[in-house]
T-cell receptor
Framework: QKEVEQNSGPLSVPEGAIASLNCTYSDRVSQSFFWYRQYSGKSPELIMSIYSNGDKEDGRFTAQLNKASQYVSLLIRDSQPSDSATYLCAVNSNSGYALNFGKGTSLLVTP | EADIYQTPRYLVIGTGKKITLECSQTMGHDKMYWYQQDPGMELHLIHY???????EKGDLSSESTVSRIRTEHFPLTLESARPSHTSQYLC?????????FGPGTRLTVT
């Protein structure tokens, strides 16, 4: 079982809709969770971090964490075509400060 | 936003050449990382460092080597490039767990 699992997609949503991206992780003691956005041919960009159960909102982005169920999600409200990218979920590993990355979910927002 | 730089951005080089990919950051982060990523594929950690004179290999076996003589500088070296090394190489740095990435170096070995 991979340590961080994501549906590879593509997830297609119409412009203005809510995009919901999900991620599950295997290590129960993980404490730090991140979402990165990666445009094609570019490097990952950190967009959200979450450390406690519940929701964390930043503009159009909301990260949700449920440690009991071992999942973390990212909601993007009022999706725009510029949100079309691959979204990577990352979780702290059980050794040092390294992160375990999922394979990413490809999001396509159609006009 | 972290300031992290990688040079060159693109490199095409012949088999057998020695190459060094540069990575520098101006944030004073003590932790730095190298990842390898093929197009459309996941990130693989190949090297990391938690401070000067401290380097470790990551999960992905790599023929590259790294050094960390200064906090801000974390170069990656391939002694003899091969076509199998063709990939994108991403450098990142962090204070704790939040990693910030440089723009990457796209390496093509012919």
């Amino acid at each position: 079982q991979k340590e961080v699992e994501q549906n590879s997609g593509p997830l297609s949503v119409p412009e203005g809709a809510i995009a919901s991206l999900n991620c599950t992780y295997s290590d129960r003691v993980s404490q730090s969770f991140f979402w990165y956005r990666q445009y094609s041919g570019k490097s990952p960009e950190l967009i959200m971090s979450i450390y406690s159960n519940g929701d964390k909102e930043d503009g159009r982005f909301t990260a949700q964490l449920n440690k009991a169920s071992q999942y973390v999600s990212l909601l993007i409200r009022d999706s725009q075509p510029s949100d079309s990218a691959t979204y990577l979920c990352a979780v702290n590993s059980n050794s040092g400060y390294a992160l375990n990355f999922g394979k990413g979910t490809s999001l396509l927002v159609t006009p | 936003e972290a300031d992290i730089y990688q040079t060159p951005r693109y490199l095409v080089i012949g088999t057998g050449k020695k190459i060094t990919l540069e990575c520098s950051q101006t944030m004073g982060h003590d932790k730095m990382y190298w990842y390898q990523q093929d197009p459309g594929m996941e990130l693989h950690l190949i090297h990391y460092s938690y401070g000067v004179n401290s380097t470790e290999k990551g999960d992905l076996s790599s023929e590259s080597t790294v050094s960390r003589i200064r906090t801000e500088h974390f170069p990656l070296t391939l002694e003899s490039a091969r076509p199998s090394h063709t990939s994108q190489y991403l450098c990142a740095s962090s204070v704790a767990y939040e990693q910030y990435f440089g723009p990457g170096t796209r390496l093509t070995v012919t």
